[in-house]
């Protein structure tokens, strides 16, 4: 009978196989749960406070120094939302980091980077020992997703909290708001 050997190496090769096979699934049960049960960006309830045609760009950043990892899960996130969606990486999976320190740029439509925000840093709230709160539920219909949550990137779209609070309650106005 043969012997085997354990080898370290090769064990995280196939580990990295089989998370990288799984992510695509992942991220789309994710984005399904925070859409209302469909991966589509125009679901989001929040992003559409803005104009279906504004571009937008934005930078993720460090708030503290750490080891990165979620380029795979953050990339698939923009995939399966949008082909328009441009991600350039200023680092890679396994990079020390420094506090506010840029992790990557993006840039495309505004609604599809808010649409996508909450699932691609969910990840990574997760890996870094934090809990998710978002309370949308997957096979819902729009009209049954229980929260608009108003972040400071819809504020400053709208030009205040007024303004954006005010648009979400005229776009549903039997959903419950939550300001961040």
Sequence with gaps: MPT????????RTELLERIDSDIP????????EDLGGVVNAERDLTAQLLP????????IITREAGVFCGQGWLNEVFIQLSNQLKVTWQVSDGDCLTP??????????????????RTALKYAVLCGGGNNHRWGYPMLSLSRKTTSSIKE??????GSIKNAVEKAFRQNADIPIEVE
Excluded: F, M, W
């Excluded at 279906?52 to 930078?59: I, L, P, S, Y």
């Design 52 to 59: 279906a045609d504004k571009q937008a760009n934005a930078t």
């Design 153 to 158: 990137n819809h504020i400053i779209a709208c």
């Design 100 to 117: 506010n320190q840029s992790l990557c740029h993006l840039s495309g439509p505004a609604q599809v980077l808010l649409a996508g925000e």
């Design 25 to 32: 699934y992942a991220v789309a049960q994710a984005l399904r």
């Design 4 to 11: 085997h050997r354990y080898s370290a190496p090769r064990r």
